[in-house]
């Protein structure tokens, strides 16, 4: 796989699963909206598929070095956290990402009432996760062909792989020339932003790890049987 780093730019419609991703965050089915939300959701949708944009960049690095609780890049950027020597026990490259929706600031305005708010939040959320997927797809079709596979997606703030990693990311991707900046806590900008990594292994590796293994709410929270494991 080819190790430059990549920037691809997508419209929210040409983007699949959308609609699966926005069910998880509201429970709402475009096919069966319920009429005293249904302009409210389509007005939102229409507001954020018209005026934003996506901005995907990514990464594919071979590991230098891997203790008890980091992973080295070739580049020197390091990830930290005590499970990733056993996420990327059989990789020998990661896939480093960053998923920004620019344009979502500006459509938010104090003056909408929370109904509007929640729906605009949701479908933001909603077409970061569908990109990420998209991704996530494409990746694996790349490797596929070089007869390896992905891991799943493992995101900063995920369990024993601390917020903090989302400066290494940074460090690696350089996405500050597409706008896209980082809080000292950490935050993305554009607040609608997702960032991680797969690891890169043989096809026929047994252990895939998913961050839904490890977490508490795993018992009852939706992403465990819509989404998560799509990335």
């Given at each position: ?5 990549k920037i691809i730019k997508k419209q929210p419609n040409e983007l699949f699963m959308f609609d699966t ?211």
């Amino acid at each position: 796989m080819h190790t430059e780093k990549k920037i691809i730019k997508k419209q929210p419609n040409e983007l699949f699963m959308f609609d699966t991703f926005f069910k998880k965050l509201t429970g709402v089915e475009l096919e069966d909206i319920p009429e005293k939300y249904k302009d409210y959701v389509l007005e939102t949708q229409k507001k954020v598929k018209d005026n934003t944009e996506l901005v995907i960049f990514y990464k594919c690095e071979n590991i230098e070095t891997m203790d008890e609780d980091s992973v080295t890049l070739e580049s020197g950027v390091k990830y930290t956290g005590e499970l990733l020597p056993r996420i990327l026990k059989n990789s020998k490259q990661v896939v480093t990402c960053l998923i920004a929706l620019k344009g979502y600031e500006e459509l938010r305005s104090d003056k909408d009432d929370v109904t509007t708010q929640y729906f605009l939040d949701a479908w933001g959320s909603a077409y970061v996760e569908s990109a990420q997927a998209w991704l996530g797809n494409y990746i694996e079709c790349l490797l596929e062909s070089e007869g390896k596979m992905r891991t799943h997606l493992w995101s900063p703030g995920q369990h024993k792989f601390d917020l903090s990693n989302q400066r290494a990311i940074f460090d690696l991707l350089q996405p500050e020339a597409e706008g896209c900046g980082l809080t000292d806590s950490y935050m993305m900008t554009p607040i609608k932003s997702g960032s991680g990594f797969w690891g890169v292994t043989d096809i026929g590796t047994k252990e895939m790890l998913l961050p839904c293994d490890f977490c508490k709410c795993a018992e009852k929270c939706p992403t465990v049987k819509i989404g998560c494991a799509e990335t």
